[in-house]
């Protein structure tokens, strides 16, 4: 919770005028993400993909330049350090890490289940047996860091930066909601729908953010998310391959995924089907089961720094 609770500055002229200037700055991080997504693509592409180095570089220069124009962000429009607003209550962040990462791929395991029970998936292969063992691990190491790197990225910029300027901005549900839209509207805008409906795409792409939010601001920790975030978009999209991507390189399944679409997604994600819907809802109970009882978060609250001067009795 931030520090003028939850409902933010006041949500009068001075909120507006934080949550604008949030926004814009958010906007500004989204464009040089693509420019330099899209100036960084000869050097992931071509035939045989990307090498272990030239892949590893590639996203540690894209997680650094958005972990910074995070960082900047915060200090011009918060007048903080990132760190602030993401290091404050949690002392056991590997716990958080792991649970949330299990959490991920519990919902995704459910989702194969029940795909794979109705009939609706197929496994042709394995990376590890379409593959030479080199190549193999090669894409499991690339296709893992990517996540990961993706993942830590978003954290900073979404959760750390974005919802705690929003939170103090317009309100706690408010800056939730929001920060959700502001995931899935730029991917429609930059991918496109589909065959979906956009509105449908908006609001569907926008559910498991909205998740990761709540669980952001039940733990005030980042590690929870994280976990949750690099499990579902790793396990959906590169080791069982939910979609059913055609992929010259398997790090995970060759699948064949023919159910309908209303359920199963499309090639955009399982997001867009009631798959996801029901992978949210299991992530949203983990996190719900995860910190009941009230804001786990509290229970680990570092003590305030303590200043002599400021705390003596009249008589000293």
């Known amino acids: 919770m931030s520090e003028h609770g939850e409902h933010g500055v006041a949500g009068g002229p001075r909120g507006a005028g934080l949550g604008i200037k949030a926004l814009a700055a958010f906007l500004i991080i989204i464009v040089v993400n693509v420019l330099l997504g899209r100036w960084l693509e000869p050097f992931t592409g071509g035939e045989g993909g990307p090498s272990v180095l030239g892949g590893t570089l590639v996203g540690v220069l894209k997680m650094a330049v958005q972990l910074l124009l995070a960082w900047l962000a915060a200090r011009i429009v918060l007048g903080k350090h990132l760190h602030e607003e993401i290091h404050k209550h949690y002392t056991s962040w590997w716990a958080d890490l792991l649970v949330g990462a299990a959490l991920g791929a519990v919902a995704i395991l459910a989702v194969v289940f029940v795909n794979w029970a109705a009939g609706w998936l ?36 979404y959760r750390a930066y974005l919802l705690g300027a929003l939170e103090k901005a317009w309100g706690k549900w408010a800056g939730v909601i929001i ?53 579902w978009d790793w396990l959906q999209r590169d080791f069982f391959n939910l979609p059913g991507e055609e992929k010259a390189e398997l790090a995970g399944a060759l699948t064949r995924v023919h159910g309908p679409a209303w359920f199963v997604g ?48 009249k008589g000293e």
């Open 266 to 313: 499309t090639t955009e994600g399982i997001e867009l089907g009631l798959a996801g819907v029901l992978g949210v809802g299991i992530l949203a109970l983990g996190v719900w089961l995860w910190t009941r009882g009230g804001h786990r978060a509290v229970e680990h609250e570092l003590p305030p720094p303590h200043h002599p001067g400021l705390h003596r009795g």
């Open 122 to 157: 197929t496994v042709e292969t394995w990376g590890w047996q379409a593959l030479p063992t080199g190549e193999w691990l090669r894409a499991l190491y690339l296709s893992f860091i990517g996540v990961l790197f993706a993942a830590v990225a978003e954290e900073a910029v």
């Open 179 to 231: 920060v959700s839209l502001a995931f899935s509207v730029p991917r429609w805008l930059l991918r496109g729908a589909g065959e979906t409906p956009w509105p449908v795409f908006v609001v569907m792409f926008a559910l498991p953010s909205l998740v990761l939010a709540w669980a952001f601001l039940r733990t005030e920790s980042p590690w929870f998310p994280l976990g949750i975030g690099l499990a």
